[in-house]
């Protein structure tokens, strides 16, 4: 991988389950600190090609490389320590912990905090400067959010707008190079949904993440992205800048259907 | 009063047990039969130790915590491991099957005749004779509980604890946070036979003989009180130890019913099932679409 620029670079991913191509020949590349989009109909394979980057699938074809680094066929957890991280399209937060705690658990991995079981077990300074560093670090993430308020509450008891925030936090406190978000406006009223923008261009520009997003909401989509994948029935349909990828017949036929005169 | 004290201190061997049970299922989601018998290798451990010459009761008491640890990682990396993701009933069966096979492997090893446990006993203490209440009874009860104490605060405190609860709550979410779920499994089963091991050493306290069926009922009357608790909730447990303890030693108390005091404490759990599955505090589990 000669080229410093691409964060992400998948090569001819591809997945069948049974007879289904669920993904098939999908080449996507995305450069750093771009803010990128899989769009599709449903079931066109866009959480599946998640599944296949975060390791919850091992790809039948092809390979993908994070900033220049194979991944193909690692653990989930391995790929996400090497800098993967992802949100759910069907909210998956630690419901009985607090909103602190699930963003804490996130941050344990990171070697910023590490510090020995030795020094943990006989509470050695160093053990505190990392646990009180880690809770600065939980709790600024949370005021991104605007959830520092709500820190101490659990998890399940957040709105459902606050629990996507949520998520949205607990994948970051990973430090993560590439955040995946898996429909992060599924269910939302238009004015989370504004706000939500918000919040993602906040976290391209200040906090220059990367962002591979998959929406539905066309007008988040048009909005926000810069570049964009379609597939559909798990293949390619069409790629590039969002204005001329939503300008595509095809992909206006996919989405439409075909106009019967 | 006294009744009640013997009720607590036996409660607490059953909720040290229940703790092995209702952590491995909080964590593994599978019920570990075979639990049970990690505390017939305990007492085991302890009659080996004991039986040296000149014996010493504190490494007959950490040699049986460093074998119930080992076993339990063992049996989980070569019995369990391998039917991961396989249905819940196999890994059931095969939990039963790593339970006989212990049996067996003590059977064989130690004969079937029960072995005294020398020397295993406390000082009495004559302020507490008077009433009619064993030292064992005590130092069991308050160890018991100082030892729940420490595992609430690992649980609550520690980040292997949070990984835990995380586990508990969602694997698959768990995994895309960086937490090698496998690792946490080992630590659950490692730290929930240590714990066997300590009921193994409070058991012989109360029964000073070590046989190869030992754990079975200990570990079915441990089984029933994490479900009366809650299974896969750890306060749960430590709760429905207590209860099932001081529910028997009542019982026994009483001559009517003495005789029946297994068969109240199942019905118990029949009980418990029909009206409250989830136990005491266990959680009510919402299906999400």
């Known amino acids: 991988m000669s080229d410093n620029n691409i964060m992400l670079k998948t090569e001819n991913l591809g997945i069948s389950f049974g007879g289904l191509k669920a993904a098939h020949d999908v080449n996507i590349e995305i450069r750093k600190n771009q803010l990128y989009g899989l769009i599709g109909p449903n079931g066109a394979g866009k959480t599946t090609v998640f599944n296949i980057l975060t390791g919850v699938y091992t790809p039948l074809t092809g390979r993908f490389y994070l900033d220049g680094e194979d991944l193909t066929g690692q653990r989930q957890e391995i790929i996400n320590r090497k800098g993967i991280a992802r949100t759910f399209q069907n909210i998956r937060l630690f419901n009985n912990m607090s909103v602190i705690r699930n963003v804490l658990v996130g941050l344990h991995n990171s070697a910023e905090y590490k510090c020995t079981p030795f020094e943990s077990m006989f509470r050695l300074p160093r053990h505190f400067d990392s646990e009180n560093r880690m809770r600065d670090r939980a709790k600024e993430l949370l005021r991104i959010f605007g959830l520092e308020e709500e820190r101490n509450l659990l998890a399940c008891n957040l709105s459902y707008g606050n629990q996507r925030k949520l998520e949205i936090a607990r994948a970051l406190a990973t430090n993560p190079k590439l955040l995946l978000l898996d429909e992060p406006a599924a269910g939302m009223n238009p004015q989370e949904t504004a706000e939500l923008m918000k919040t993602i261009k906040f976290i391209k520009n200040e906090l220059n993440m990367t962002i591979l997003l998959i929406e539905h909401d066309m007008k988040l989509v048009a909005g926000i992205c810069e570049e964009l994948t379609v597939l559909n029935f798990g293949e390619v349909l069409a790629q590039g800048k969002t204005s001329d990828v939503l300008n595509n017949p095809d992909v206006i036929t996919a989405y439409l259907g075909q106009d019967e005169d | ?289």
Not at chain 2, 18 to 30: D, P, Q, R, S
């Open chain 2, 1 to 289: 009063m006294i009744t009640l004290i013997d009720g607590l201190s036996l409660g607490s061997i059953y909720a040290l047990i229940a703790l092995g049970y209702t952590m491995v299922y909080g964590i593994a989601k599978m019920l570990n039969f075979a639990h049970g018998d990690i505390i017939m290798v305990g007492a085991y451990a302890i009659y080996v130790a004991m039986s040296f010459a000149n014996p010493n009761p504190v490494i007959a008491l950490i040699s049986s915590i460093i074998v119930c640890t080992l076993l339990g990682v063992f049996v989980e990396k070569f019995a369990y491991k391998p039917l991961r993701g396989a249905s819940p009933l196999a890994v059931l069966i095969t939990a039963i099957g790593v339970s006989y096979f212990l049996q067996s492997v003590a059977q064989i090893v130690f004969g079937s005749q029960p072995k005294p446990v020398s020397g295993w006993k406390l000082p009495k203490i004559e302020f507490l004779n008077q009433f009619g209440i064993t030292t064992g009874a005590v130092v069991t009860l308050i160890a018991g509980i100082l030892i729940m104490v420490a595992l609430t605060l690992f649980i609550n405190i520690t980040r292997t604890g949070s990984a835990m609860l995380a586990v508990s709550e969602d694997k698959g979410a768990a995994k895309l946070m960086g937490i090698n779920v496998n690792k946490i499994i080992t630590i659950t089963f490692a730290i929930g036979s240590a714990l066997a091991s300590f009921a193994s050493m409070f058991y012989l306290l109360q029964i000073p003989n070590a046989e190869p069926t030992l754990g079975a009922m200990p570990g079915i009357k441990a089984f029933t009180a994490a479900v009366i608790g809650g299974i896969g909730s750890i306060p749960g447990a430590m709760l429905g130890g207590m209860v099932l303890g001081v529910i028997e030693k009542i019982c026994l108390s009483i001559e009517v019913i003495s005789p029946y005091t297994t068969a109240i404490e199942f019905s118990l759990l029949i009980l418990i099932l029909l009206v409250k599955p989830t136990g005491f505090l266990g959680r009510t589990t919402k299906e999400k679409v």
